[in-house]
Structure formats: C-alpha cells, structure tokens
C-alpha cells in the first residue's frame, strides 16, 4: 500500500512502546512534512542521545556522562543513604519515585520482570543484584515492583533469592490510593488498608 | 413525547443511583413487557423490603428485622469486638469492608460526606455519632471515609470533632492498590506507599 | 452476605437492562432510604403504567390507553402516510425516528432480532408482520434495523421473506455520521458514504 | 529531572501526532536501551524517508520519487478518471479511500481545515485547489472532509469559493456507519439516513 520507505518506518516505529501502525503513519507524515530546520535538529537530537547518555555501572540507570565517572549522579551523589537500596523494575519507576523526594537511598534497575508462565529469571538482572549487594553495605533492601501479578512474581523470586544474605528485605505498602473509595477497591487492597491504618 | 404515565416513571427512575434518563426509559419498557407473574413479584419484592428492613439503631446499618429488636446482627453480635469502630461514609462501604473478613469491630454510617465548599455538618450523622462514642468504650476508632477530597474533608472534621475525647483515631493506610504500578501512581499515594513499607 | 428481602431485590434489579448486582445493590439502598411519600409516588406510579400501557394491536407499540381502542396514536393519526412501514427491532428505536419528524408512516415493532447462529425466526414478529403487511397497501418497506451484525441478518431475512409481495423494499442509508472522521471510519461505511455522495 | 539530552527529546517527541510527555519519555528510554544496530537501521531509515518522499506538485500526496517526475502514482496513473476530483484534509484520509478501492479519480489533499472562530483559509491549500481546477477538465468535485465541525466549514468554504466556476459538487453520504444503533444515532444522521435509504 505505502511507499518502501513509508513501509519500512511505519515498522520501525510501531516498536515503540504504545505505538501501533495507526500512530506509526501519522509520526510517518508528521516526519515527512517536518521543516528542514527541525527535521534537522530531531535527528541530531537523537544522535547526540545516544552519545551523551551511559547506563550506569551500579544501578542500570540512564545518565548524561560529563566526565570518565560510570555512575550516575544518583549513585555518586555522597548525601544519599548508602545503606538503603531500592529495586525497580524500569528507568521511569525511579523517576517516579525521585520525584516524590522521600527516599535517599540508592536505586537498582532490574530491567523488567519475570512472568508466572515462564519464570525465566536471566530477563532480569539478578544475578548483578546479588553481586551489587553482597559487595555493599545496604541494611535494608526495599523491592518496589509494581502490585501487578508480574511484578509480584518478580517480587518473591527476589525475596527467596536475597533471602540468604539476611538483609532486612521491605516491600512497598498496599493501601488504599489517594481518590480511591472503598466501595471499588478490591478485599486485598482494603485488607491492607486496614492492616496499614494509623 | 411518551406517554404520561412513562414520562412519570422516567422521571422517578431518573432519580436512581447511576441512572439517566436513557437508562430510564428502557426500565419502562422492561417493565411493560415483563410477565404479569414477574411483575408481581417484583412489586411485592419491593413494598417487602420496605417491611422488612429496619435501621440499626446504633450503626445505621440497614437489616431485616426479626424480632422487636431496634439492633443490626453486627451490632448485636456477641463476638464482635466492642472497643473499635469503623465509621464509613454509607452503607455499601460496611459490606466492602464485611466481605475482607478482616475487622471484627462496629460501624458507624454517616450518612454522606461534607464538601469544602458548604462545609455543611448537619449532612452527616456527626451528633449522633459523638453521643454514641461518649456512651460507649471505644478504644480506637478507625475513620474509614473515601480517599476522594470529600472523604478526606470528612475525616479531617470528624477527627477536629473527637479530639477531645482523647480516643486513638486512626486511618485507613495509603498505598500502592493491588495492580497498582507505580509510573501511573501520584506521588502522594507513592509517598505512602515508601512510609508504609514492611 | 445480605438480608434475604436485599438478596431477593438484588436479583430482580439485575435482570433490569443494563444493571448488574453493583448497582443493583445501590438501587436497594436507594429504595431503603427513600422517604415514605417519594415511595408511595414510585410504587403507584409503576403500578399505573401497568394499567395504563396498551400495546397496539398493528404496530406493537405501548401507548396509553384512552378509550376502548387498539391502535396507538401513530397508528391511528389520519394524517401519517399508510403506504409507508418502517420495521424496526424495538420501542426506542421507533421512539428514535419520531424525533427526527422526518418519518411521517407506520411503523412495526420486530420485538428483537435474530443471530447467525441460532437464526431461530420465531423470536421476533415475522409471522404478524407479514400477515399486517398482507392486509394492507404499502408502497415502500423500510426496514430501519440496526448496522449491527444481527440486525443485518435479521434485515436478510426480512427481505427473503417479503421478496413475493413485491412491495418495495428499502434500507437506511449507510455512511458517515456526524462527527464521523475518514480516518477511523471502517470500509464499508466508507464506500457507502462515496456511493451516496450528493 | 532528566537530563538535557534526554529533556530535548522529550519536548521534540511531545510534538509528534497524539504524544504527550509519558509517551515521550517511554520513547526516549526505547531508544536509549535499542541495540546499535537496529538504533542505526531506524536512523537511516528517517534519512531514506526524506530523501526518498517527494511531495506530488498535482495533490500534494506524499510519493517515492523513482525518476525526476513531479507526480505521485496516482496522478501518473492513466487508468484513473481524470473527471473526479475528491478533495480532503490530510494524506491519512487519501488512504482510508484508496482502501475502499471503490473511487478511481484524482484527489486534492488541502493540508488541514479551517475553523469557525479563525476561518484562515489562508491556513489550507483553496488558492492552490482553485487553480488546479480551473486547469482541468473535471466534472465533478468531491468534497471529502470529515463530517466534525471543522470539516464541515471547511467543506461550506469551498463550495462557496468553487461555486462560479460551474462543476458538480458533491458532498460524502451521511447515515448510519457499520455498526451503527439507532437508539444512538444523532437526529441529524437518524434524517440522512431515511433520506439516503435505498
């Protein structure tokens, strides 16, 4: 139907996370009728992207390296608490998390989760977890997966796989989120909610 | 356009929980087709309930009554626990909480919630509820409103309004609901959630 | 979980169009907390409708009744079109045309529609309906089912069984509704908007 | 919060087709975790799209340019009727129609709408549209916007702008879409519909 090109782009883009091929066209035409100037500085954008950004040597989180330094501002930042290591499936689940400022500890990205049907542990990097925390000092690990079945999944494999090491291992509270109302939260949630009361 | 007498019910459907006059209308029409049995035992369904039920004298709780008694079964169970109580914004928040089989304490419905803009207290069963906390023995009482910004208003005034009574008040806890993913969560809920850890 | 008179409404209310046990419930309590007068007004005014609706003897379509006759309004005014039938699937729809004031013919109430699977015709009025369309002199069938899948097949089915009469048979046009957009309209509609271009 | 590299791209994607800031940053971390191989394959595959895409000097429809001609396929094509012209907003809409591989004319793309409050028809290509006319031999012109508000005024514009020059003009269907629901339909598509019946 489309031109080669158009094909082939409309492909590429509709890899990208929420993209289907409905989107991946319009982003085709938006490209197609971009000004020269801002197509320009979209594609130099992009390249100075992956030139600028490094994945941190400690916790796998994307950083704007200015120097030789392989750890992130996050990781080299000497005010943090070094005794405290939150775990996150993904980059923007500790972008949440900084953007509440209440936690000042350190950070580790697993990379995603693994899924009840095959619990294939090496998608995730667990085994750069057990290494990183065995060769650090943390007194409390706090695994910050998301409440979905994935994320809890994920969340007890770590806990067996930590288990050993005899850190205090948390998880985050469940509850009742703000605008929730009872009538709609599930028995779990609100079992927990009532558990957490105070 | 209709009818009187289906203009007339359209109306007074139109004043049900969650329906408009849309739904309305195809409540008339249900109701004209259905079977003269069926009708009949709806209609008897109904002026029953009316017979039927009582309002717990204490909790507001709705019930069937079976005797003279002026008590709802929780009320009147032995076994529950008579030093907590849970208030809760209405009847359907009770059941909620019932089916976690978690509390074992009494309830407290009041009736409604104020809002911030007619912060209007004599909405809300709040005298009634005093009078029942002075004359009982309460030793926690749990404010179990909405996590909505009138469910939050509530509670603040409620809490103003016991606190000379120096009773522990305590709080549903906020969190992470089940499912919850934390790129999604507020940073309030998400707050919560890392001081609610364990 | 509810007292039995709640429990035996709950179960009445769900087979309501569109109303599962959540609402259901909310219904009940509505009811419980209704004052005495408002109650009284429901109930005469369901019991009223009772007594009031007739169903006309041509077109199926309920009425209120003032007199001894059998014919619904519509069917009785002199000044509709009686060489026009417009068949539709049920009351709302006819109530759907009416307020366009385009339509100025009969109408014929199917009562339902028939599925693919089980194309089981004697659950709609097929068999009144040509016996009607027998005894009278229409010029023009319309046959106003919906574009859904099923009333499709019920159009299909309609034409087959009217095709001897030799009255003509016609089908709403197809095309793009207002507000529609090309870019989300489906095919078919498409092409049948560019066959009716005017 | 993000870094510069990382914020420059979030604010560039955010002005793609339906991307907001979630979706921007998502983008941002795909391309930052993208194998280099495919990172390079989805960069000259932009490249190739600008360089490859010529725009159509008759409909201003996007094309891969294979030689030095000014014109898209379907202007080239001598097998297309050169007396329809069907005129639309933008290339996706273009698409949507050749889909239906029921219309065989020409068409002009205006490159958007004009709206009620600032009707800019500076904004759209009818100065352009006017002159390709009148350079023609068409006997009918299809007014193919969408049936919203904007489309709709721009459809009056042009009609009144190309109503000297004496062509037929002709304006998409409207009625009931695949799958449409009387009881759902609008006044306004319920009326098309009756008159569009056939």
Do not use: W
């Not at 409309?10 to 490209?31: C, M």
């Not at 009728?33 to 594609?43: A, H, R, S, V």
Request: aromatic share 8%; hydrophobic share 35%.
């Amino acid at each position: 139907m489309y031109p080669k090109s158009i094909q082939k782009l409309v492909e590429l883009f509709s890899k990208f996370p929420t993209v289907g091929p409905r989107t991946a066209i319009r982003f085709v035409f938006y490209l197609i009728k971009l000004d020269q100037e801002k197509f320009d500085e979209l594609l130099s954008s992009v390249t100075d992207l992956r030139k600028a950004i490094k994945i941190c040597s400690f916790c796998f989180n994307p950083f704007e390296a200015l120097d030789d330094g392989n750890l992130c501002p996050i990781c080299r930042d000497i005010s943090r608490d070094k005794t405290l290591l939150c775990i996150v499936e993904k980059e923007i689940d500790l972008i949440s998390i900084e953007k509440t400022k209440k936690y000042k500890g350190l950070y580790f990205i697993l990379g995603g989760t693994i899924s009840l049907k095959k619990s294939d542990s090496r998608k995730i990097r667990i085994e750069k977890l057990k290494e990183k925390i065995k060769n650090s000092n943390f007194q409390e690990v706090i695994i910050a997966t998301n409440s979905t079945t994935e994320g809890e999944t994920t969340a007890l494999l770590i806990e067996r796989e930590l288990k050993h090491l005899q850190i205090k291992i948390t998880r985050l509270g469940r509850g009742l989120p703000i605008g929730g109302e009872l009538e709609y939260a599930d028995e779990d949630t609100l079992s927990s909610a009532f558990e957490g009361r105070k």
